[in-house]
Nanobody
Framework: QVQLEESGGSSVQAGGSLRLSCEASEDTYSNYCMGWFRQAPGKEREGVATIYTGLGRTRYAASVLGRFSISQGNAKNTLYLQMNSLKPEDTAMYYC???????????????????????WGQGTQVTVSS
């Protein structure tokens, strides 16, 4: 089991930017499906973005397309989520997820299925005020 730790969450004004980081306990630089999910109070966990590491294939939720960007860091165990033009509706706990058993094709679809990921971090809170 890979351990994941998120950081970078904060409170910001609408229109602002944040960068979330996810550090894994092992090398996830290639052949891993990595994702960012979020969950607001009273709502189900939803996919934000996924990336198949090494190949760089990404997928974004329609609600964040053009505003958020998922990327791998230069370190072999780091994942980022750059969030720009933040809106109050982006307020949520953000979670990093990892799964080694998914192919890159399945990784793209995994945005819609948090149950496909077997490894999760504890989350980092993002609060956007209007």
């Amino acid at each position: 089991q890979v351990q994941l730790e998120e950081s970078g969450g904060s409170s910001v004004q609408a229109g602002g930017s944040l960068r979330l980081s996810c550090e894994a306990s092992e090398d996830t630089y290639s052949n891993y499906c990595m994702g960012w999910f979020r969950q607001a109070p009273g709502k189900e966990r939803e996919g934000v973005a996924t990336i198949y590491t090494g190949l760089g294939r990404t997928r974004y939720a329609a609600s964040v397309l053009g505003r958020f960007s998922i990327s791998q860091g230069n370190a072999k165990n780091t994942l980022y989520l750059q969030m720009n033009s933040l809106k109050p509706e982006d307020t949520a706990m953000y979670y990093c997820a990892a799964e080694r058993t998914l192919s890159w094709v399945s990784c793209i679809d995994a945005l819609l299925g948090p149950g496909r990921f077997g490894n999760w971090g504890q989350g980092t809170q993002v609060t956007v005020s209007s």
